[in-house]
């Protein structure tokens, strides 16, 4: 019944959106274009429409903006050209009747100024804002985290569709790049390192099953898979790299919604008209009770609940540059009862478990941009960011088994400082640098009731204090405009324990025919251990404590990647990257161990370890391929597929694979849109991922049996694999224009197939057998938005 009221829903949607007349119906596009490498506007640049008759164009005013009136709704193309510049096309752009289309236009200047010729712009559709980046680097836009079955709408889930990117799994967005944990990667917002930005999300990973950030408030940004520049540091694995889009400047603009990130109300416009400052701002509130109301299970027992909310000020000067004050946060809770489980619920590790977990992330900051002249900029950045995450669980007392009981309740707030200095010297010659320190007030303390009802504190650090300091400098030189050189060194120090570390990076890009590239880049990368490490407490036999991690220096990477573009037309394109990555420097225990920090990071609850020490080492390595048609002719195709290799050495001197060494994955995507009368668009999307299984450590039966828990092999770590995983999802969507409004509805289907994947194996104690907890079944995501 549940499943036919949905279904319902959709039929009703589209049939009255196909039955309204058809007619012209026009937006607004606005914008700015910018230098490419010092992002000063451009003047007299010449934007015009393509295929558009009349003729519809504008040139840059003063300060680089344009507009271009009375265009029609649906998929459009701009292009941008200017003299001594190589010119730009903008494809594909949704102009859609309820919200203006405000664009930044990068253009390149050109090395060598040639005469005039007749114009073809033509360049990769996924080139990086971040002109530092040669390899391994790719720009996307809000609409590709709505375009792709099975996203969530999240950046992180959609980055698992690229190449060199696997997802730890159903629940949670955590992804691993190249084999590496998923706690190397990076969160960047505005040019400020960013905590976790997930719901139920834990201290020292970096995902969870809910995105915070708002999707709908991104602008293009960038995402990396390794090898990234200088300006990048304490992080291993990639790096996203986000940007907010700022408020319309000129008109009051509104968004309502509701689906599976919740029930959400946006608003933005300008303060006045008499200057240029905007707001843009959202609140986001759960919907999960609607969804177990129709009967669509999220793994646990009870209804996860969440909020969040986002907002950015941005506020232009003509004398003293511009400023913007943005903010995101989030808190969220879940309650799991054993009484309340189904029979395919999650035991999240056991059998008659009570969970109880919550979690909270904020960040607010203060930016400013300045130009002293056209080629040279100072930008700034003051933060403050907090996370935390509490946890409880109780035993059950299921057939009078032993009661266990753990408590967690941790937290961490960051004060943040960075400037970078930007030097465009001339049209072959780009310099930055920069400086940022970030100090940390932590909090973290865990204890256990063992199952002789004694109780005992693992740690309590109520004061702990990290201050982290990070500089770099970079440079591009345009050998020719051809050849392209990259290389910049990155600084680490950490107060804590005075480790420091020195990382150069170099790359070159060469494009030695037309259509046809090659890059090779290398370096070296460090990170921090995940924090609540150097604060965890070792008992003596005394009762006394020690803090055994407080000297653990950075983990790092030396890195390089040989990469091959070939664009065969605008449209369409190949790539492939093989790369070599050898990890060392990474926690494992002092005595004779399977244990590595290298495999941390990909569940609900952070685990700790003491007594670590910098031994550890490890190797990736793999080969990417992507084959990309993009958005044209009204259809898409992406197919990515990596292979790929990833084994650590613990303290035992063992070499094993990781719990990331999947092997493969590959995934394909397509998607076709239907034209229903001239203005509105019917889109059909669909998404199948093969990948290795999951790697995992065994369970003892006989130990755990006579245990009355789970006890694991640790002796054949990773050695064996879950079955490979697969899945195939469906997207329907239907957008319609109408002259005041815009309406939206989109309905996924993931796991069509209702393929069970493994996600965990556990023992169940009341019939000392094993038993497997799955990835989602059949599940249902939808979304319906307007904008006004």
């Known amino acids: 019944m549940k499943k036919w009221f949905i279904s319902i829903i959709i039929l009703i949607f589209i049939s009255n959106f196909g039955r309204i007349s058809a007619q012209t119906i026009t937006q607004t596009i606005r914008g700015v274009v910018v230098d490419a490498d010092s992002e000063s506007p451009l003047p007299g640049a010449n934007v015009v429409l393509v295929n558009s008759s009349p003729l519809v ?23 941008i050209t200017m003299v001594g510049y190589s010119p730009a096309q903008l494809t594909n752009l949704d102009v859609r009747s309820g919200k203006e289309l405000v664009l930044t236009v990068k253009l390149s200047e050109e090395v060598i100024q040639t005469e005039a010729v007749v114009v073809k712009a033509f360049s990769n559709k996924d080139k990086p804002i971040n002109e530092m980046a040669a390899v391994s680097a790719r720009s996307f836009s809000v609409e590709e985290t709505e375009r792709y079955a099975g996203t ?89 790299d986000l940007n907010m889009r700022s408020g319309n400047s000129q008109t009051r603009e509104y968004t309502a919604q509701v689906g599976m990130n919740g029930f959400e109300f946006g608003a933005e416009g300008p303060f006045s008209k008499k200057s240029k400052a905007s707001y843009l701002a959202s609140y986001r509130y759960s919907t999960l009770a609607v969804f177990d109301y129709l009967g669509i299970s999220f793994g646990v027992s009870g209804v996860p609940e969440y909020q969040d909310a986002t907002f950015k000020i941005n506020v232009p000067t003509k004398k ?107 049209s072959k010659n780009t310099f930055n640098a920069g400086f940022q320190a970030d100090l940390f007030y932590a909090s973290y303390a865990d204890s256990v009731i063992l199952p002789d009802y004694s109780y005992r504190k693992l740690s309590e650090s109520t004061n702990a204090q990290i201050l982290l300091f990070q500089s770099y400098a970079q440079i591009k030189h345009k050998v020719t405009d051809k050849l392209y050189f990259y290389g910049g060194l990155h600084a680490q120090y950490l107060e804590l324990n005075g480790s420091k570390v020195l990382e150069p990076r170099a790359s070159l890009k060469w494009n030695f025919a037309p259509k046809h590239s090659l890059a090779l880049a290398g370096g070296m990368h460090s990170q921090l251990q995940p924090r609540l490490f150097y604060f965890f407490q070792t008992l003596h036999s005394d009762g006394s404590f020690s803090e055994t991690n407080k000297n653990l220096d950075f983990s790092k990477s030396n890195q390089i990647v040989l990469g091959y573009d070939f664009l065969i037309n605008k449209n369409l394109r190949l790539k492939a990257e093989t790369y070599y990555q050898h990890l060392y420097d990474f926690p494992v225990r002092i005595s004779p161990s399977s244990f590595s920090l290298i495999n941390y990071g990909t569940t609900f609850y952070s685990g700790r370890a003491d007594s670590l020490v910098n031994e550890g080492t490890g190797k990736n390595y793999g080969f990417e391929f992507t084959a990309e048609k993009f958005l044209s002719r009204n259809y898409y195709i992406l197919f990515t597929t990596s292979m790929f290799e990833s084994t650590y050495i613990g303290s035992d001197n063992i070499e094993r694979n990781t719990i990331f060494n999947g092997n493969y994955v590959s995934n394909l995507l397509g998607g076709y849109t239907i034209i229903v009368r001239k203005t509105n668009e019917l889109k059909l999307d669909a998404k199948i991922v093969a990948a290795g299984g999951k790697r995992y450590i065994p369970i003892d039966i006989e130990a755990s049996t006579l245990a009355g828990r789970a006890v694991y092999d640790t002796e054949h770590a990773y050695e064996d694999q879950y079955a490979p995983y697969f899945r195939l999802d469906g997207r329907l969507s239907y957008k319609w224009n109408r002259p005041k409004f815009t309406a939206e509805f989109a309905f996924d289907v993931q796991n069509i197939t209702k393929h069970q994947n493994v996600m965990m194996e556990t023992f169940n104690p009341d019939t000392n057998t094993l038993e497997y907890n799955y990835q989602f079944g059949l599940f249902y995501v939808f979304l319906l938005r307007f904008q006004f």
């Open 57 to 79: 164009g504008a040139m840059t005013d003063s300060e680089g903006e344009f507009a271009l009136q009375n265009v029609p709704v649906g998929r459009q193309t701009l292009q």
């Open 152 to 240: 969530w709408f999240d950046p992180a889930r959609m980055a698992a569709n690229y190449a060199g990117v696997n997802a730890v799994g159903d629940a949670r967005n955590d992804i691993i790049i190249r084999g590496n944990s998923p706690v190397g990667l990076l969160w960047r917002l505005e040019n400020i390192d960013i905590p976790n930005p997930n719901h139920f999300g834990t201290l020292g990973t970096t995902g969870g099953p809910i995105s915070i950030l708002n999707n709908s408030l991104l602008d293009n940004s960038d995402f990396f898979t390794g090898a990234f520049p200088a300006e990048y540091g304490n992080a291993l694995s990639g790096v996203f």
């Open 320 to 426: 003293f540059g511009k400023f913007s004050l943005f903010g995101v946060g989030g808190f969220s809770y879940l309650e799991a009862l054993f009484k309340d489980q189904n029979e395919d619920d999650w035991t999240l590790g056991g059998k008659g478990i009570d969970l109880r977990f919550g979690s909270q992330m904020g960040v607010a900051g203060l930016t400013h941009s300045f130009f002293f002249d056209k080629n040279t900029r100072l930008q700034s950045a003051l933060a403050v960011s907090g996370t935390g995450s509490s946890a409880r669980t109780d035993s059950a007392n299921v057939n009078s088994k032993p009661v266990t009981a753990y408590g967690d309740k941790s937290s961490e707030v960051k004060y943040s400082f960075n400037t970078k200095f930007n030097k465009k010297i001339n």
